[in-house]
């Protein structure tokens, strides 16, 4: 069964600190994705990657950075994390191509206070 | 760039009724509309999808409806079960080189009551 594994399923950090989250897919899949969920405001993509070392912006990637070293692993990292930053975040991964399907981890609760 | 409108936000519906749940876009480009159902505790999940080549699609109790003239689809639960109480997810995508253009909308809150 197509499997996404994040990390953590809560985190709590502090104002400043730097964290990491990650996210491992099984299921050779080219494509990564990183969303942030938060209530009224739906899945909003922070950074996407189609390839090992490649890295693509989204709609919100300011406070963020990703790295992807290997074909199975993808990490959002917080440098410096702030208290808007707490939020739901999702992991997600899929085959290469056009309008394949998303496959979600059960995301990451942050709190940052 | 494509926005998604969804409406509504929460819909409760009695076991057995029906539920319709409505989205807009904006870029007529837009050609790819998936739907995702998201359970409590869980990362969202791809139910359904229709591409802008066909107007409706059906999966046993589950059908989407395209209007490309007039830039909306739609999701039809029929015969709603507790079980499908959950957060609903519609999005719209172009042919853009990769997915990172898929646009979700805001979500559905639908409850089932038995």
């Known amino acids: 069964d197509v499997k996404v594994t994040q990390s953590s399923r809560y985190l709590v950090k502090r104002t400043g600190e730097k964290v990491f989250l990650e996210c491992v897919q099984d299921?050779?899949?080219?494509?990564m994705f990183w969303y942030r969920q938060d209530p009224g405001l739906g899945l909003r993509l922070i950074y996407f990657?189609?390839?090992?070392?490649?890295?693509e912006k989204g709609d919100i990637p300011e406070g963020y950075s990703v790295s992807r070293e290997k074909k199975e692993r993808f990490s959002l990292i917080l440098e410096s994390a702030s208290t808007n930053q707490t939020s739901m975040y999702l992991c997600?991964?899929?085959?290469?191509?056009?309008?394949?399907?998303?496959?979600f981890g059960n995301g990451t609760r942050l709190t940052v206070t | 760039g494509e926005n998604v409108e969804q409406h509504p936000s929460t819909l409760s519906v009695q076991e057995g009724d029906s539920a319709v749940i409505k989205c807009t876009y904006s870029d007529s480009a837009s050609n790819y509309f998936p739907w995702y159902k998201q359970e409590l505790g869980k990362g969202p999940q791809l139910i359904i999808d229709i591409r802008s080549n066909v107007g409706e699609k059906k999966d046993q109790r589950i059908a989407v409806t395209l209007n490309k003239t007039a830039k909306h689809f739609s999701l039809h639960i029929t015969e709603t079960q507790p079980e499908d109480s959950a957060v609903y997810f519609c999005a719209a995508s172009g042919d853009g080189g990769s997915q990172g253009n898929l646009i979700f909308g805001k979500g559905t809150k639908l409850s089932v009551k038995p």
């Open positions: 990657s189609y390839d090992v070392k490649m890295k």
């Open positions: 997600a991964s899929s085959l290469a191509g056009r309008h394949s399907p998303l496959h």
């Open positions: 299921m050779d899949h080219e494509n």
